[in-house]
């Protein structure tokens, strides 16, 4: 695709998530369905509004059912699933009103609970679900149709690629998830994000602010902007380098900082972990087991958590055992005590830590100066 990325004084490249290749796959699909006609590319636009033209490959059909693939585009960015093709086969359902989604082989399947899927169910997560859903009610209503759709997304080369990733340790079994959330992969290699990451925070500095909102990733702004109702500047968005984030704060001269962040990441600063990319280690379930115990937890419910992959597989044990506010606690003073060893005390640096499903949904934990550090981004 065209689009591009200023990073570390370099055009990059942006790409397009596994999700995007199944949606768009499918759409095509579905028009060749109507169509009775080859496509040799599909227009679609993803979550975060970027419309794309992609190339269609393999295309196939007949009067009930239409196949093609999409070659995933990782632009600059070094990802494992650069070239992979992702495949839809897409059938009419003419006595059903339904989308029924499922995955064929090289798309993982989730065995173990808090993942975005339930157990069971192939690992395409809700974004890429809601975009596939979304491109066959549009061709449905465009075409008068009023039946429903089988559609089956496959990876050929998936399984192989699955074991140089995280699948197997989070319980997603036979191929890659199919992910995204905004839809575009943007370039991210370390260096050339920890280099943008400075820039933008440089910038903040000569706008002369003094404080500065750092948020962990999309769900960490959707988050601020939607449920704290915030506004997200000045501020920045820093993935997984907090590190840089934090320390390139402090050196620019920043007073008052905010960092927001889903559980997921945050709970990683538990351990002092302050880059929180899976590929410089974990921690995440050990530290809220060593939290758990410190509040209390019984040898059961330690064992429960013990097999856990995910965060939010973790706070559903604690919140069914009355043990979530507590080992939240701990995990608070945690948190607090490494960013202190970390920041230098004359600059004030709070946190607020929160889940987005579960009975818990919310803000789990904060700082004890995080209410009076928000009022610096409340909305005017």
């Given at each position: 695709?065209?689009?591009?990325?200023?990073?570390?004084?370099?055009?990059?490249?942006?790409?397009?998530?596994?999700?995007?290749?199944?949606?768009?796959?499918?759409?095509?699909?579905?028009?060749?369905?109507?169509?009775?006609?080859?496509?040799?590319?599909v227009a679609i636009t993803t979550p975060n509004q970027t419309d794309l033209v992609i190339d269609v490959l393999s295309p196939q059909f007949n009067d009930t059912a239409a196949s093609?693939?999409?070659?995933?585009?990782?632009?600059?960015?070094?990802?494992?699933?650069?070239?992979?093709?992702?495949?839809?086969?897409?059938?009419?359902?003419?006595?059903?009103?339904?989308?029924?989604?499922?995955?064929?082989?090289?798309?993982?399947?989730?065995?173990?609970?808090?993942?975005?899927?339930?157990?069971?169910?192939?690992?395409?997560?809700?974004?890429?679900?809601?975009?596939?859903?979304?491109?066959?009610?549009?061709?449905?209503?465009?075409?008068?149709?009023?039946?429903?759709?089988?559609?089956?997304?496959?990876?050929?080369?998936?399984?192989?690629?699955?074991?140089?990733?995280?699948?197997?340790e989070l319980g997603i079994v036979g191929g890659i998830s199919i992910l995204g959330t905004t839809g575009i992969v943007e370039p991210m290699s370390s260096k050339a994000l920890a280099?943008?990451?400075?820039?933008?925070?440089?910038?903040?500095?000569?706008?002369?602010?003094?404080n500065i909102l750092i948020f962990l990733g999309n769900f960490g702004k959707k988050f601020t902007e939607e449920e704290l109702e915030l506004s997200t500047k000045p501020g920045i968005?820093?993935?997984?380098?907090?590190?840089?984030?934090?320390?390139?704060?402090?050196?620019?001269?920043?007073?008052?900082?905010?960092?927001?962040?889903?559980?997921?990441?945050?709970?990683?600063?538990?351990?002092?972990?302050?880059?929180?990319?899976?590929?410089?280690?974990?921690?995440?379930?050990?530290?809220?087991?060593?939290?758990?115990?410190?509040?209390?937890?019984?040898?059961?419910?330690?064992?429960?958590?013990?097999?856990?992959?995910?965060?939010?597989?973790?706070?559903?044990?604690?919140?069914?055992?009355?043990?979530?506010?507590?080992?939240?606690?701990?995990?608070?003073?945690?948190?607090?005590?490494?960013?202190?060893?970390?920041?230098?005390?004359?600059?004030?640096?709070?946190?607020?830590?929160?889940?987005?499903?579960?009975?818990?949904?919310?803000?789990?934990?904060?700082?004890?100066?995080?209410?009076?550090?928000?009022?610096?981004?409340?909305?005017?």
């Amino acid at each position: 695709m065209a689009e591009k990325r200023l990073v570390n004084q370099k055009l990059l490249r942006c790409g397009y998530t596994t999700g995007t290749c199944a949606a768009a796959a499918s759409k095509a699909a579905a028009a060749m369905l109507f169509k009775q006609e080859s496509m040799d590319s599909v227009a679609i636009t993803t979550p975060n509004q970027t419309d794309l033209v992609i190339d269609v490959l393999s295309p196939q059909f007949n009067d009930t059912a239409a196949s093609c693939s999409i070659e995933k585009d990782s632009g600059d960015d070094p990802d494992i699933t650069n070239g992979t093709l992702v495949s839809s086969k897409v059938t009419l359902i003419p006595d059903s009103t339904e989308i029924i989604i499922e995955g064929g082989k090289g798309v993982g399947r989730v065995t173990k609970g808090g993942l975005d899927q339930p157990v069971g169910e192939a690992a395409i997560n809700s974004v890429p679900r809601k975009m596939i859903r979304d491109s066959l009610y549009e061709l449905a209503k465009e075409n008068d149709y009023n039946g429903g759709f089988h559609v089956l997304i496959s990876v050929p080369k998936g399984e192989e690629l699955a074991k140089k990733t995280f699948n197997p340790e989070l319980g997603i079994v036979g191929g890659i998830s199919i992910l995204g959330t905004t839809g575009i992969v943007e370039p991210m290699s370390s260096k050339a994000l920890a280099d943008s990451l400075k820039v933008e925070i440089s910038v903040i500095a000569a706008e002369s602010n003094e404080n500065i909102l750092i948020f962990l990733g999309n769900f960490g702004k959707k988050f601020t902007e939607e449920e704290l109702e915030l506004s997200t500047k000045p501020g920045i968005m820093c993935s997984n380098l907090i590190d840089v984030a934090l320390d390139s704060s402090v050196e620019y001269g920043f007073k008052k900082i905010l960092l927001i962040g889903h559980i997921g990441k945050l709970v990683k600063l538990g351990i002092g972990m302050f880059n929180t990319h899976s590929r410089n280690g974990d921690g995440r379930i050990e530290t809220l087991l060593s939290c758990a115990l410190e509040a209390g937890a019984d040898l059961d419910t330690l064992n429960g958590i013990q097999k856990c992959v995910t965060t939010n597989a973790v706070l559903d044990i604690l919140y069914e055992n009355d043990l979530l506010d507590k080992t939240m606690e701990i995990l608070n003073g945690r948190i607090q005590h490494n960013i202190d060893r970390r920041i230098p005390d004359e600059i004030e640096v709070g946190f607020i830590c929160f889940a987005n499903t579960g009975e818990y949904a919310g803000v789990l934990f904060e700082s004890e100066n995080a209410k009076e550090l928000m009022k610096l981004w409340e909305k005017k």
